[in-house]
T-cell receptor, first 112, second 114 residues
Framework: GEDVEQSLFLSVREGDSSVINCTYT??????LYWYKQEPGAGLQLLTY?????DMKQDQRLTVLLNKKDKHLSLRIADTQTGDSAIYFC????????????FGTGTRLLVSP | KAGVTQTPRYLIKTRGQQVTLSCSPI?????VSWYQQTPGQGLQFLFE???????NKGNFPGRFSGRQFSNSRSEMNVSTLELGDSALYLC?????????????FGPGTRLLVL
């Protein structure tokens, strides 16, 4: 399909790990991104991964990339209530020009 | 370094009016992209400006337009507003044009059309 797909909702307890999944569409995408959006706010860049990498770790965040299946995941270790937000993955799509295409967003709820 | 700023943050207009939104990119960034975010359609690309030229355009009607100034600040204009134009409008800046450049977003302008 043409949509970058994410599950809509994820609920975890504080201290647990969260895994947010994304299926993208453009196999030629050079970079893949994760953004976080808190209520009433813009998008905050969390991390990104270059397409020739399988994994990238950045403090509590781990990004895994499976190019064969066009699957991207974001793992948040020791999830905190402040991590509650909507998380968007994004791919670079080539349609005559390059543009950033976002997934549908996953709402993460962290309960104490 | 200051982040991307957008003004105004909130706006209420009525159908048929026009609106202009402003975006100031991060200092040194020359590319500005605009996005529309709605509950139904999600985040959709509007257009990108680089060196005062529109480089790319998404699938939006001609009522949506923009421009970029020599200091890289950008404005977008929506004419003949419709109820469906109610959305959060986000701008993002990057060092240069091209999808490989990481984009940094502003807080957005929330537009309500009555």
């Amino acid at each position: 399909g043409e949509d970058v797909e994410q599950s809509l909702f994820l609920s975890v307890r504080e201290g647990d790990s969260s895994v947010i999944n994304c299926t993208y569409t453009d196999s030629s995408s050079t970079y893949l991104y994760w953004y976080k959006q808190e209520p009433g706010a813009g998008l905050q860049l969390l991390t990104y991964i270059f397409s020739n990498m399988d994994m990238k770790q950045d403090q509590r965040l781990t990004v895994l990339l499976n190019k064969k299946d066009k699957h991207l995941s974001l793992r948040i270790a020791d999830t905190q209530t402040g991590d509650s937000a909507i998380y968007f993955c994004a791919e670079i799509r080539n349609t005559g020009f390059q543009k950033l295409v976002f997934g549908t967003g996953t709402r993460l709820l962290v309960s104490p | 370094k200051a982040g991307v700023t957008q003004t105004p943050r909130y706006l209420i207009k009525t159908r048929g009016q026009q609106v202009t939104l402003s975006c100031s990119p991060i200092s040194g960034h020359r590319s500005v992209s605009w996005y529309q975010q709605t509950p139904g359609q999600g985040l959709q690309f509007l257009f990108e400006y680089f060196s005062e030229t529109q480089r790319n355009k998404g699938n939006f009607p001609g009522r949506f337009s923009g421009r970029q100034f020599s200091n890289s600040r950008s404005e977008m204009n929506v004419s003949t507003l419709e109820l469906g134009d109610s959305a959060l409008y986000l701008c993002a800046s990057s060092l240069s044009s091209g999808g490989g450049e990481t984009q940094y977003f502003g807080p957005g302008t929330r537009l309500l059309v009555l």
